[in-house]
């Protein structure tokens, strides 16, 4: 229910403020509970299901999304914080009529199960590909001045943040590594 | 006239929904007016409630209740008592659910919950399982119909006359199935009926545990479960979440929204049962069984008997004249250990697996020969012969594929740089059950087919298995095969779990296939004009009817570990499997389930554990932070291979099922691995760098 209407809230008006972000290329205005998370204001305000909620406390990164660009763990930001800014969720990635690439990938790999954490894993996957064509090092790069070389050890330690019970790692490194290249 | 989707690697149906985000799991439903329950937690061990006060709570804008053992709906006492929520002032465990709070917003019903005040009578508490404690029993039957002890020939004797004897103990702690959705609900009553979305692993079981409670007929309860996001048994049938939403929208009158946090987990849905195992095998000096012994201590709470049939696995494995297994139990005030993947297989298998490579160490022969020359002619429980039996096949295959022949068995002889490299095996089996189901297919004017059956797709890819096994049933390209599943509403079937799913499931939807070609042949044209034409059948007396033999899926595991000198880090450089698990309906969703299976192998053996703390009488873990499950790094170059395997005697599909057998014997491969690499015998799971550091200096 992308762009539906919004659910009723009530929350409390003394501790509520007025927020605009764009969400998926949308402007979207809202009055918030400062305590409202980024995760449930997308899952709970605008419909926008594809974020899960695994923990709420940033450690299985099923929640994931883009942030002006970069991977971040929805549960943990507070949504008044994103005045003016961009958020791009798993709803926001295919086109009207195709899958992108890593979808697309993902399905052709059976890069996932129960399917729970995977809109994390594709949005992380996103953000951690631009990241590789930034020349962002990972923990396991060897060559630190050397352009980042996006091997198999490289996917698996930079996808280490999004974790998944049905381990389909390798099918999610295969996909990754099948984006990556012929992109 | 099969069509040939059977065999033919296809990928999910539901791929498209799962990665566009569009694919609704439990809460995930657009519901008018809806609110949020939000469950409290016992904050005592064992004790009683003496005073609930709700003001604080119920004063923040936006909570419209507190629910608690005071003021909630009744329900009738079921077969679980842990499921009787807010019905008593009695504690049994830290973390049973006391209260629920129910508001307009998320945030306020988070907040409310902890402003909900408590006070309690706590008394003294037993939390920790000893293979000496006074508690001590022995349970009528084990999980989930199994006896409690066996006895062939004389173990006493044998084992005292053999001349290679090995006797270990072996320690599991407690697991938690940790599936990545949370139990949750979505709770909604009207006309005084009851309508949940709920994630769990059978539709039907939970819809009649929920009749039961709120004692209504089972017509006025249903069910939905369509997309789920992972269960490993914890989902295997009503947990507290859907009782405290369904209590909370009754209440409220309003519909609920309620998913346990993660922290919640573990513990109140169910865990793997930490297990103290003590194996004794004794040989002749050519390694041949003479008698095996397996005696089991578990536990299960105060509150509802779980007990895992943790020696079930070494009746049926390996042959030996002489043999003993025991399951002994004690009651603790801890939430009830339940169905945790391939619960009693899974632990099992690691102690008597660990116990054939201590054995084959013992007696200089190579572990994968060791096996092969006491597998079972005929099963040695039943004494009848297996319906197909393929473990030497397996082992023969893995051992091919990965290398291992001239392997120097040897501790600590192979290094590369800073690690100790060594390689591991064992043998897993698991069984192959089948369970009544209903299914119905409905042949359209328009040349398409409706197969319905209320299966549940927890990420097995059953939803895909059944349409591929439908379209060959009604022998028309699975194309023109519309399946629906995951809906009390549907034809009932069981509980996805058990490894028998599958063949379960299909065995229905090929009967109302089959039943559906035969109405069909009188209708003129052989598809209906206009309308539609629908069978509906029941292999309720299949099921029942079929005669009780051995049957079970088989399995070899092969590991190659890596251990650094100095910090005990111990890294799988590759695991391989080979299965011998009957028919294999879709090898794309096959190869992830036995994959997955040996992962969360990898993570009982070096990842999991909850670490309990007497004093609080809980696990000190209790998030993805610090219960430690296998991540991407951890895995890197895994395996899983199949062996072509017809089996007549066991269900129209020829399916053995391939959820479980897949994480039996992982942890016992790598262990022995680990021995292999570092001379370091790791007998408590899971291998941790200061079991490796504190017993023997590597470098």
């Known amino acids: 229910m992308q762009g539906g209407p919004e659910q009723e809230t009530t929350t409390d008006e003394r501790h509520s403020s007025r927020v605009a972000f764009e969400v998926n290329d949308a402007r979207r205005e809202l009055t918030l509970d400062n305590r409202t998370t980024l995760l449930d204001t997308l899952r709970e305000r605008l419909g926008l299901i594809g974020a899960k909620k695994g923990c709420d406390h940033g450690q299985c990164g099923s929640c994931t999304v883009l942030l002006d660009g970069r991977r971040v763990k929805s549960c943990l930001i507070l949504a008044v914080t994103l005045d003016g800014r961009s958020v791009v969720t798993v709803e926001g990635l295919a086109g009207p009529d195709e899958l992108s690439p890593l979808q697309a990938a993902f399905v052709a790999h059976d890069a996932f199960q129960c399917g729970y954490c995977t809109p994390g894993q594709i949005c992380s996957a996103r953000g951690m590909l631009d990241e590789v064509a930034r020349g962002w090092p990972s923990a396991v790069t060897g060559d630190l001045t050397a352009p980042a070389e996006l091997t198999d050890a490289e996917i698996r330690e930079r996808m280490a943040g999004n974790l998944c019970r049905c381990a389909a790692y390798p099918h999610i490194v295969a996909a990754v590594r099948e984006t990556a290249t012929t992109r | ?699």
């Open chain 2, 1 to 699: 006239m099969s069509t040939g989707a059977v065999g033919r690697a296809h990928p999910r149906l539901e791929g498209r929904e799962k990665v566009t985000g569009t694919a609704r799991y439990a809460v995930e439903y657009p519901v008018d007016g809806v609110t949020y329950g939000w469950a409290v937690p016992a904050a005592v061990v064992r004790g009683r409630i003496t005073r609930v006060d709700a003001a604080p709570a119920l004063a923040l804008p936006g909570v419209l209740a507190v629910l608690h053992h005071g003021n909630a709906p009744r329900l009738a006492p079921g077969p679980d008592r842990g499921l009787w929520l807010l019905q008593e002032p009695a504690v049994h465990y830290r973390g049973q659910f006391v209260a629920v709070v129910v508001a307009t917003s998320l945030e306020a019903a988070r907040e409310a919950a902890r402003l909900v005040r408590i006070d309690y009578d706590a008394g003294p508490h037993s939390t920790v399982l000893a293979a000496d404690h006074p508690g001590l029993y022995r349970p009528d039957q084990v999980n989930p119909s199994y006896p409690t002890d066996t006895a062939e020939g004389d173990f006493d004797a044998g084992y005292a006359a053999a001349p290679v004897r090995m006797d270990a103990t072996y320690r599991t702690p407690a697991y938690h199935n940790s599936p990545m959705e949370p139990h949750a609900t979505t709770a909604q009553w009207r006309d005084g009926r009851l309508l949940v979305h709920d994630s769990n692993q059978g539709a039907a079981p939970v819809q009649a545990t929920l009749a039961e409670l709120f004692e209504l007929p089972r017509e006025a309860v249903r069910v939905v479960a369509e997309h789920v996001g992972g269960g490993f048994g914890s989902k295997g049938y009503a947990k507290a979440a859907v009782v405290l939403a369904a209590l909370a929208a009754r209440q409220v009158d309003r519909p609920v929204r309620l998913a346990l946090t993660r922290q919640q987990l573990f513990g109140p849905i169910g865990y793997r049962t930490p297990t103290i195992q003590r194996v004794r095998l004794a040989a002749d000096a050519d390694g041949r069984l003479t008698a095996i012994c397996h005696d089991s201590i578990t536990q299960t709470s105060t509150i509802r008997e779980f007990a895992e049939q943790v020696a079930v696995y070494t009746r049926s494995m390996y042959a030996a004249p002489h043999r003993r297994t025991t399951h002994r139990l004690v009651r603790l005030d801890v939430p009830t250990p339940f169905w945790m993947r391939a619960p009693g297989e899974c632990p099992g298998a690691y102690a008597l697996e660990s116990a054939m490579d201590e054995l084959a160490t013992a007696v200089g022969i190579d572990p994968v020969e060791l096996r092969i020359r006491n597998d079972a002619a005929v099963d040695p429980d039943l004494g009848q012969p297996f319906s197909s039996r393929n473990l030497v096949a397996c082992l023969r295959e893995g051992a091919e594929r990965f290398g291992w022949a001239d392997r120097d068995p040897t501790p600590r002889a192979r290094r590369d740089g800073r690690w100790l490299v060594g390689t591991g095996v064992a043998g897993s089996s698991y069984p192959a059950r089948a369970r009544a189901a209903a299914a119905s297919a409905t042949a359209r004017s328009d040349g398409g087919f409706l197969v319905r059956i209320d299966a549940t797709d927890i990420g097995t890819g059953a939803r895909t298995a059944l349409w591929q096994v439908a379209a060959d049933a009604l022998g028309v390209p699975p194309e023109r095969v519309e399946i629906r599943i995951g809906d009390s509403d549907l034809p009932p079937a069981g509980v996805a779990g058990g490894s028998m799913g599958t063949a379960s499931w299909s065995w229905a939807v090929i009967g109302a296939c089959e039943a559906l070609r035969v109405k069909l042949r009188q209708v003129p044209g052989g598809a209906p004009a206009d309308g539609e034409v629908t069978a509906e059948v029941s292999t309720a007396d299949e099921v029942r009817d079929q005669p009780e033999r051995p049957r079970y899926a088989y399995g070899a595991q092969f590991a190659e570990v890596r251990v650094d000198v100095d910090t005990g880090e111990v890294r799988v450089n590759r695991m391989l499997g080979v299965f011998a698990a009957g028919r294999v309906v879709n090898p794309t969703t096959a190869r992830s389930q036995l994959i997955g299976g040996m992962t969360m192998g990898i993570s009982m053996a070096l990842h999991e554990e909850g670490v309990l703390d007497e004093r609080y009488g809980d696990w000190v873990n209790h998030d993805l932070a610090t219960y430690h499950i296998t991540g991407c790094a951890d895995v890197e170059r895994i395996e899983a291979h199949w062996i072509d395997e017809q089996d007549g005697d066991l269900n129209p599909a020829g399916v053995k099922g391939i959820g479980e057998i897949g994480i039996v014997g992982t942890a016992a491969a790598i262990t022995s691995a680990v021995c292999h690499a570092t001379g370091v015998r790791v007998r408590d799971l899971p291998v941790r760098l200061d079991k490796l550091i504190a017993l023997s200096p590597l470098a």
